[in-house]
């Protein structure tokens, strides 16, 4: 973080009061911060986990401050937020060159047209993969973004539109990123070949299209169970980045359409047990769709996307996976 | 619950959407409730665990609903909820006899004046053992509650004032509940003996005196570790009933003048994992006493309540231990 810039723009918004948010990674310098941002302001630090810019806290966290300070991201045009947000993205400086990077898995393929894309920390070392992969002689483009997105080729979690703008023009996609979170969501959303390009490992271009396909096969055996439910509890997340209450208000009626029984439900960080309490026979869920696409393992019972829930009880898809994206969310109330 | 009552008095307030509270409990009935109330109102449940009357959601939840419907507790008088709550209390219908209950421990200790509490739902329970003591020859009377409480007699798991009241008249307390929660938390906050008459249990008088002191023990080298700490973080819950801010902050003020560093954070359902991310040698926990002083060992860092934090760096308590009880809250901004 830029301490001097963070200070400049709460003192041209004249904030006094401040939240501040840090990921995992940023909280054991949270003495460091907070003292440097207490000389100017008076400073609250949120002690909950958060996903990103989705997510600004509580309302009885943000709602007594003139502004939050959110490190590591970076925001979500299209989110209403109700209070100023200032974001101070995170670059990682790793500046390890391409040179040696393996490009077999390119090659044997005969990919020659490449979309480009990376989660926000990764922009410059996508840039410089890019250039790259130029210089070698491919042609590669970072796909548009939606307007829940702030740059060509970023990728959040719940959102590919670069790559779906890119998939019938290019021969496959490559995701600059730590872990596999955004590339198996990637490849959840896309059927052209998704590669990683996994910052934290040495550098390698890996394949995400077997562990894929096991994914969605475990997604449609838990589908599968939930096909005979009678019981559904529909939620709702109330971080201000993920709220679809319009989305389930409709499940709702759709679901008691079908003469089935359904609850609608506030989240935020509820456990498992919780749901496992409500004794439903399956939950969809309307906040981060990664929520049942990746933790699913975690829950008693069913837990579909709203996509999923389309692909089961409205035949939507003609038998392909469809991916639960979030293009836009409700103004929170 | 009654519904008739609780439908009757929404519709006196005119509230046309409600956010629902179930205890763990009740949630496997939350389709009833769900689909009764939904014949005349716009229902929305929350689905994150909840401690009591202390709890009535986050300001996401309830902002935006003209009532919450809390089932299982009973208000705290001098709590300023922001928005109608109407609690329906639950109580307990065993009505099973005590008149087998072996009064042993009383007559051994020759216990004749008889101090007599209970968790809320087992209100009807306690009257009925105060009449068989009664009976018996015994003196029982049932303490004068403060503001936080609404009946004389009645305990919550932060405020033992019935007790206090009692502590100088009697010669020992009896307590009506289940689970050891409101009677352990009674014995650290009293000195006289606490028995537990647990209601989920064949009937017996259990002394706590014991629990409690061994519960103490393993308090105090929790404390000790706290001694060389030279960074804290202070937390403030931001549930309506557990927010002191103006205790955190005095603390953030006196941490500071012992030439220490401090972290003001907020707080709700924070797992333990977020505050060992922030690497603090000792977290002060402003909101539910019961965090620090039954959870501890879910922290790798020391946590204190503020009655510990005053004990140990403000020599409070003469040696003796000083329960955290909650007197009254800060009404949120």
Redesign the interface.
Known sequence: MDPGRVIERLKEIKAKRI?LQLP?GL??H??DY??ELSKNFN???????FYGACDT?????W??VDAVVQLGHTEIPNVNYKVPVIFEEYINEDHRSFNDLDLTELERNNYKNISLAYSIQYRQSAEELSKFLKEKGYNVSMGKHDSRLKYDGQLLGCNFSPLHDQESRNDCHIIVSTGVFHALGAQLSVEKEVFILDMSEPFRLRSMKSEAERHIRRRYANMARALEAK?F?V??D?KVGQYRMKLAEKMIKEIQDMGK?A?????????PV??E????DCIIFTGCPRVATDDFDRYKSPILTAQEFNMIFKKKGNGKYIMDEIVNVDT??
Chains 1, 2 share one sequence.
């Open positions: 939240l995992d909280k054991p949270v003495f907070f003292n400073v609250i630090v949120s002690s909950s986990g806290g509580t309302m009885d966290e709602k007594n019981k509890v939620v709702v109330t029984s609850v609608l439900a506030y989240s935020n960080e509820s456990s919780e749901f309490n409500m004794m439903a929170m109330p």
